[in-house]
């Protein structure tokens, strides 16, 4: 498979970005013109796609030159000489940039969202980042990396792969003496140990997901009971969470609190 970045086709001569769209098509042209519909599936693999397949008309340049390449691009697809030995995968994160006219059926017509990992897929990334330590034995018998999945909540594979790094170095430091920086490892005596994949945890948040800051200090007290209205305010806002806890669609749940002016402060 050929796997292109997106920024890498464009240039800045006249032409020459068209010409580079239409170079990752050739072998597979050539092979189609020798052997017809035996000839080899050819995958092309376009990382950060929206760099040069964005919306026709939406730049602003004045040069036009992502409207021809989005042209070109689509003459490959399903031109009049479209070729029928081609799997053509995009991938991005800002699908809302992308031209509607290449996500039309035919075209780049299946869309896979690629959420979050979950508890188990989390588990497995941190087993694949921490393998090596464990066959090194640099890992302490302590470290929990279920606890560490159930506890990384909205992490991505990058968040949790830093949260690993981070865990390493602070393992790294407390071998280091302040007093005297030459002195050599012991790499025996090395350890990364639950503490440290804790304190990595306190300097990785997650990109997505609400902070819990702001909500940690609103129930810093507790909650104030004031009354049998309150009660059942209460009680049934514990029903809403247990059902949206429970619930098997989308964790996303939004709730509209209601009421004269004036009695929110509680």
Request: glycine share 8%.
């Amino acid at each position: 498979p050929q796997i292109v970045n997106g920024p890498e086709v464009l240039s800045k001569f006249v032409g020459e970005t068209e010409k580079n769209v239409r170079d990752l098509f050739l072998d597979a042209e050539n092979d189609q013109k020798a052997q017809g519909d035996h000839s080899d599936l050819h995958v092309i693999i376009f990382d950060e796609i929206d760099a040069i397949c964005k919306s026709r008309g939406s730049s602003r340049d004045g040069t036009g030159v992502h409207d021809s390449i989005v042209n070109q691009l689509l003459t490959k697809i399903d031109g009049v000489e479209a070729l029928n030995n081609v799997l053509l995968i995009g991938m991005t994160n800002r699908k809302d940039l992308l031209d509607e006219a290449l996500l039309r059926p035919g075209r780049l017509e299946v869309h896979i969202e690629i959420n979050l990992p979950d508890e188990n897929g989390r588990l497995q990334i941190l087993q694949i980042h921490t393998s090596k330590m464990r066959e090194s034995s640099f890992l302490s018998p302590d470290v929990n990396l279920q606890e560490l999945a159930a506890r990384t909540k909205n992490y991505s594979g990058a968040e949790l792969e830093g949260v690993v790094k981070s865990a390493v170095s602070f393992a790294l430091n407390r071998q280091i003496s302040m007093d005297d920086l030459t002195k050599p490892l012991d790499e025996e005596s090395i350890k990364v140990t639950m503490d440290d994949f804790v304190n990595g945890l306190h300097e990785i948040t997650p990109a997505f997901g609400a902070s819990t800051d702001d909500l940690e200090r609103c129930r810093l007290h507790g909650i104030v009971d004031c009354g049998k209205a309150h009660q059942h305010i209460f009680q049934r806002a514990m029903l809403l969470v247990e059902q949206v806890k429970v619930s098997r669609g989308s964790p996303l749940v939004t709730c509209l609190l209601q009421g004269s002016a004036g009695r929110y402060s509680l």
